[in-house]
């Protein structure tokens, strides 16, 4: 990898790889969602209105509003 500056610090953390703990921590953010998902039911928020930004993917404009129902 070559510097852009000669007294320019590169982590070793800026490798393609990433952290050594990352693959760790994607495994472990899955599992809380699924958590989640297990004990809550979601549903749309009908008080925010969603609105659909067209681009190469339809997405939303300001995100979905959605709230958590302890099943």
């Given at each position: ?54 681009s ?15 099943r």
């Amino acid at each position: 990898m070559k510097k852009a500056f000669p007294l320019m610090f590169i982590s070793p953390l800026d490798r393609a790889s990433g952290s050594i703990g990352n693959n760790f921590a994607m495994m472990e953010a899955v599992q809380l969602l699924a958590g989640i998902m297990q004990k809550f039911h979601f549903e749309l928020d009908e008080r925010h209105a969603v609105i659909l930004e067209p681009s190469i993917t339809l997405r939303p404009k300001k995100g979905i509003h959605m709230r958590l129902v302890k099943r």
